[in-house]
Every structure is written in structure tokens, then in C-alpha cells.
């Protein structure tokens, strides 16, 4: 399931189409947003988050500086912990917000993973590469899982 689809954003259409939904969480801006009026906020990111076997992480001007990416990435992290690092999070960017800051869980991403680079996005060719690569290597890591 793909939560918070923005229907201007190709990458979200993309992996809508053609990803293995039961397996991969999106997590756009905030996981927050979708939980009904009253839910415990932590409690329904986390849930949401250990119910998927990958968090695809997107990083944006707006996601660097929420609050809900930083406890989604925080959860993400702790499940590879008890996955014994297994890759869990797979971090992509949509523009260079990521790569300018340099403090708490931005500089952690920036510094231990390699991000996709989706900057790009509206440059058709760029994109399908982008893409592809996303596709290849989440397939890889879901393959290698089973």
C-alpha cells in the first residue's frame, strides 16, 4: 500500500504501477498525517513502518526538516538493528535539501548511505534512469531477503 500518493510526483506514480506494494512502505512527508484524529502519532508510524519489509525514505526540502521523517527514520533504523543490518531503508532525493544540511539524522543518512538521486525528476531520461536503478536494487534486496 502506498500511503500519501502526490499524484505530481512520477516516482510515487511509478512505484504505485510497477513496485511489489505488500513489501515496500513510502514514506513521503509524513506517515503523521494519514493516522485518524486522537491516534497515538508514534505508535501509528511505527506500526506502519514494521508491517513492510523496505521504507522507501523521500527526501525533500519539506522531509529534512519534519518531524515525522526523522521518527520514521528513526524506526527504520532500529528494525535493521534487529534485522541484523539488513537494509531497510532505501533514502532517494528530490532535491539537494539532504546533501546541505548537516545535522542530527540528515547528516547520519547522508554520510552512511548512498542516496537516489531523483533532483532530476521532471528531465524525462533522467528520471527513467533514476528509476530503473530504484527498481534494480529494491528487487535485489527483496530477492535476497526471500
Known amino acids: 500500500m ?38 497515538k502519532i508514534r505508535v501509528g508510524i511505527d506500526e506502519a513502518i514494521r508491517r513492510y519489509d523496505k ?14 521523517a526523522e521518527q520514521e527514520v528513526e524506526t527504520a533504523l532500529e528494525k535493521e538493528r534487529e ?6 531503508l532505501f533514502p532517494v532525493r528530490l532535491d539537494d535539501a ?4 548537516g545535522d542530527g539524522w540528515t547528516r547520519l543518512i ?5 542516496i537516489g538521486d531523483f ?3 521532471k528531465d524525462h531520461d533522467a528520471y ?7 527498481g534494480r536494487d529494491l528487487k535485489a534486496a527483496l530477492v535476497a531477503k526471500e
Open 55 to 68: 521504507l522507501l525514505l523521500i527526501l525533500s526540502e519539506n522531509s529534512v526538516n519534519s518531524q515525522w
Open 119 to 121: 533532483s532530476r525528476w
Open 110 to 114: 547522508k554520510n552512511t548511505r548512498n
Open 83 to 88: 534485522r541484523k543490518n539488513q537494509v531497510v
Open 2 to 39: 502506498i500511503q500519501r500518493l502526490n499524484k505530481k510526483m512520477p516516482l510515487l506514480l511509478s512505484l504505485q504501477n510497477k513496485s511489489r506494494q505488500e513489501y515496500i512502505f513510502i514514506a513521503e512527508l509524513s506517515v503523521g498525517e494519514d493516522l485518524p484524529i486522537g491516534a
Open 128 to 134: 527513467q534512469r533514476s528509476f530503473e536503478r530504484l
Open 98 to 101: 539532504v546533501m546541505e544540511s
